[in-house]
């Protein structure tokens, strides 16, 4: 199983930016895909996560401004960014918990995108 992150890039404060993230192998199904992200000298931390049954959790510092999504048909999830704030500045990493193959049951974790918010 890989994950496969896109759609990062440098965008002005007030700008949009949306994540791609898709999974792709043997996949029967995937309970949650999220996303994360890792600013210089910060822990990783939670940005969003959606179920399978779509039921979605955000952050305080992105509600309202970040909306995540995801098709279950394409093992695909979103991040639309939108009023974007310096602060939001970090390398986001997607995330797929419970991913069930012919081999079992695992996470994965997706190559990191840079995210960069200038002011």
């Known amino acids: 199983v890989q994950l496969q992150a896109s759609g990062g890039g440098l965008v002005q404060a007030g700008g949009s930016l949306r994540l791609s993230c898709a999974a792709s192998?043997?996949?029967?199904?995937?309970?949650?895909m999220g996303w994360y992200r890792q600013a210089p000298g910060k822990q990783r931390e939670l940005v969003a996560v959606?179920?399978?049954?779509?039921?979605?959790n955000y952050a305080d510092s992105v509600k309202g401004r970040f909306t995540i999504s995801r098709n279950n048909a394409k093992n695909t999830v979103y991040l639309q960014m939108n009023s974007l704030e310096p602060e939001d500045t970090a390398v986001y990493y997607c995330?797929?918990?419970?991913?069930?193959?012919?081999?079992?049951?695992?996470?994965?974790w997706g190559n990191g995108t840079q995210v960069t918010v200038s002011s």
């Open positions: 995330n797929a918990e419970g991913v069930v193959t012919p081999q079992g049951g695992t996470d994965y």
């Open positions: 192998g043997s996949i029967f199904s995937i309970n949650a």
């Open positions: 959606i179920t399978f049954g779509r039921y979605t």
